[in-house]
Nanobody, 125 residues
């Protein structure tokens, strides 16, 4: 079992920045990917970014490349999502997720095994 707790969401103006954190506990040594997803009202959950827990290899959806940065601190069992130049259309609940399998996809939500409760990010125009 892995437990995930997100923090750092809030209200920010367009063009502003937020840093999300996701603290993991439990069988963290077995995690392969850690990912961030988001879900806006009335829309499907979408992939934002992911990172391999051991090697730190990162993946991003095209719309956030150059603005968002995913990173991890293995000693603290925490993954971060630094979000810069935020846009109003990025208002959503942001979820942290953990995948335990090396052969899954880092971008498919169905391949993730554990999820946090989500943190609201609201970007005002």
């Amino acid at each position: 079992q892995v437990q995930l707790v997100e923090s750092g969401g809030g209200l920010v103006q367009a063009g502003g920045s937020l840093r999300l954190s996701c603290a993991a506990s439990g069988r963290t040594f077995s995690m392969y990917y850690m990912g961030w997803f988001r879900q806006a009202p009335g829309k499907e959950r979408e992939f934002v970014a992911s990172i391999t827990w051991s090697g730190g290899i990162t993946y991003y959806t095209d719309s956030v490349k150059g603005r968002f940065t995913i990173s991890r601190d293995n000693a603290k069992n925490t993954v971060y999502l630094q979000m810069n130049s935020l846009k109003p259309e990025e208002t959503a609940v942001y979820y942290c997720a953990a995948q335990m399998r090396a052969y899954g996809s880092s971008r498919r939500s169905d391949d993730y095994d554990y999820w946090g409760q989500g943190t609201q990010v609201t970007v005002s125009s």
